[in-house]
T-cell receptor
Framework: GAGVSQSPSNKVTEKGKDVELRCDPI?????LYWYRQSLGQGLEFLIY????????KSGLPSDRFSAERTGGSVSTLTIQRTQQEDSAVYLC???????????FGPGTRLTVL | QKEVEQDPGPLSVPEGAIVSLNCTYS??????FMWYRQYSRKGPELLMY????GNKEDGRFTAQVDKSSKYISLFIRDSQPSDSATYLC???????????FGSGTRLQVQP
């Protein structure tokens, strides 16, 4: 079956612009995660959605970052007023339920000029 | 100190060698242990998932967990050039559900 998909695969933006990154999880998976992978920091957790529960936002680095998940499926990660330090690969993962194996998408490579 | 420490490598071995990859962690609340493989410009792919101390084997891969030492290992037997990738260890506690990753070890298997 189809895996986790993310779009766009690459995004180049100018400092100060807003960007939206999209994640389509595996059908039927109730849990969805966003991570960020950068050279200096490795792979870091950002935010977690489980069903209709309030999301766990404990990993978001600043209030410029937000995410939503509509209809329990597609998720969008929004970064406002992008900074050069936001340059990284943003990875989405989904799992059948909380605590289950997480399956990752290919990521969106964000470059902030 | 990071919660999960992993030697970044790079590690270069000849084809057919046994590879040992290791991580240490600091928080005894971590109860689930995973190894992911990541090829260049791809997302991480799960290799092994273990819960308890001991060994788990899957083909050429063996995952080992020692909770008393807070030490996790991945062994690759008969390594192949196609095993060349970055290997990430990951841990999870029962409360949080998000994964905490090591920094990754880059492995190069020379034909």
């Amino acid at each position: 079956g189809a895996g986790v998909s993310q779009s766009p695969s690459n995004k180049v933006t100018e400092k100060g612009k807003d960007v939206e990154l999209r994640c389509d999880p595996i059908s039927g998976h109730t849990a969805l995660y966003w991570y960020r992978q950068s050279l200096g920091q490795g792979l870091e957790f950002l935010i977690y959605f489980q069903g209709n529960s309030a999301p766990d936002k404990s990993g978001l680095p600043s209030d410029r970052f937000s995410a939503e998940r509509t209809g329990g499926s597609v998720s969008t990660l929004t970064i406002q007023r992008t900074q050069q330090e936001d340059s990284a690969v943003y990875l989405c993962a989904s799992s059948p339920g909380s605590g289950d194996t997480q399956y990752f998408g290919p990521g969106t490579r964000l470059t902030v000029l | 100190q990071k919660e999960v420490e992993q030697d970044p490598g790079p590690l270069s071995v000849p084809e057919g060698a046994i590879v040992s990859l290791n991580c240490t962690y600091s928080n005894s609340a971590f109860q689930y242990f995973m190894w992911y493989r990541q090829y260049s410009r791809k997302g991480p792919e799960l290799l092994m998932y273990t819960y308890s101390s001991g060994n788990k084997e899957d083909g050429r891969f063996t995952a080992q967990v020692d909770k008393s030492s807070k030490y996790i290992s991945l062994f690759i037997r008969d390594s192949q050039p196609s095993d060349s990738a970055t290997y990430l260890c990951a841990v999870m506690d029962t409360g949080r559900r998000a994964l905490t990753f090591g920094s990754g070890t880059r492995l190069q298997v020379q034909p």
